[in-house]
């Protein structure tokens, strides 16, 4: 093969992984009976989270699309989830009426809607004793609970997870709401769990939660890209710094977990005494990177407070 041959044909297969379609899941077979999941599992919202979930859930086989229920206003968008074979309406009601763990995953200031159009349905009997899991920045427990008080014996667990899930390396927080038993927690920690890190924490922790792992890896991908730019300002071609850039991050990453060590000792293993490292270090410094990314958490943190505030 020419060399300009193989190159084009590179080009095509980056493009067609970038190309999102639910395709990559089910080519995925994973009959692991006993990981599988008995339970119909509802996304009230079909949008980039609940795709995350869905497809990092079928890739490690706990469940199959043909037992998830996905509803939205735009009937085009769900064509996609049809294709695979997922249960699909533009009514929120009939999804939560017919399965067993309904994902609320709809944008905060929709929630209010979207649980109205459940109140306002004929489903509202069916609706009673289901496991809700929010999804949502914003809304607690409490506002959750009472939102959904229509529906007796409803109970609820407030989640937050990221969209790495979609690939198994997910990091998701969870807090049990009132009236939650031990099997709605084991069955929701089995799903989370399953595509990636996951951890209970006090709901006053879940915002720092939402900035640091809910929206963290969008800081992690302005890194990496402007760890690529710099490397192109100084002439790598993109192609070559992108995947230097992943890769370091990558590596760094795991070195922080497989070695245990401090961040700063591994750190200060990479700077030779007057070298190239210590003087990029020094940049970063006087740029204030650290208070910086310190106050992209805060500012998060503060921001996913007020989305449970309706706008
Ligand atoms: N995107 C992320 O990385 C993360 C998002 N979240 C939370 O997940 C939730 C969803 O976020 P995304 O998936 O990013 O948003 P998105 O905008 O991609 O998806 C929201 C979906 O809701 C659908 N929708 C709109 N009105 C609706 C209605 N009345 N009934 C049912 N569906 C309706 C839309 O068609 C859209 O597909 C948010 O509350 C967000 O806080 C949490 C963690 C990470
Ligand atoms: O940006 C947001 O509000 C959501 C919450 C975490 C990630 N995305």
């Known amino acids: 093969m020419t060399y300009l041959r193989r190159y084009f044909m590179e080009q095509f297969i980056q493009g067609q992984k970038r190309t999102f379609n639910l395709s990559s899941c089910s080519s995925q077979k994973n009959e692991d009976s006993i990981k599988k999941i008995a ?25 199959s699309y ?8 735009y009937i085009k968008n769900l064509d996609v989830w049809k294709q695979y074979g997922a249960r699909v309406s533009t009514d929120n009601s009939k999804v939560a009426a017919n399965t067993d763990i309904i994902f609320l995953a709809v944008k905060p200031h929709i929630l209010p809607e979207a649980v109205e159009q459940l109140c306002q349905s004929d ?12 999804i949502l920045a914003g809304y607690t427990l409490k506002m959750l609970e009472a939102l959904l008080s229509k529906f007796s014996g409803c109970r609820v667990i407030r989640v937050m997870p990221n969209t790495p ?19 709605d927690i084991s069955v929701v920690k089995k799903i989370l769990e399953e595509s990636g890190v996951c951890e209970m924490v006090p709901e006053n922790h879940i915002n720092a939660v939402t900035a640091l792992s809910g929206g963290g890896p969008a800081f992690v991908y302005l890194m990496i890209e402007a ?11 993109r192609d070559m710094a992108t995947k ?38 020094h940049a970063l410094e006087k740029a204030g990177v650290r208070g910086g ?5 805060e500012a998060s943190a503060r921001r996913a407070l007020e989305l449970g505030k309706t706008e």
């Open 227 to 237: 760890l690529s730019d710099g490397a192109v300002k100084m002439g790598l071609h």
């Open 165 to 183: 899930m979609m690939i198994g390396e997910g990091c998701t927080a969870y807090c049990p709401g009132n009236n939650v038993s031990a099997e």
């Open 123 to 134: 489903n509202v009997d069916k609706i009673k004793n289901k496991l809700f899991v929010s």
């Open 39 to 63: 339970k119909q599992i509802g996304f009230i919202g079909d949008g980039n989270m609940a795709k995350a979930i869905c497809r990092g859930i079928v890739n490690k086989g706990l469940v």
């Open 244 to 281: 230097f850039a992943v890769q370091t991050v990558l590596g760094a990453a795991k070195m922080v977990k497989v070695t245990g060590k401090h961040t700063g000792e591994l750190k200060d293993e990479v700077c030779s005494a007057g070298g190239a490292t210590i003087a990029g270090i």
């Open 293 to 297: 990314i310190m106050n992209a958490i």
């Open 66 to 73: 043909s037992q998830l229920y996905v509803s939205s206003p």
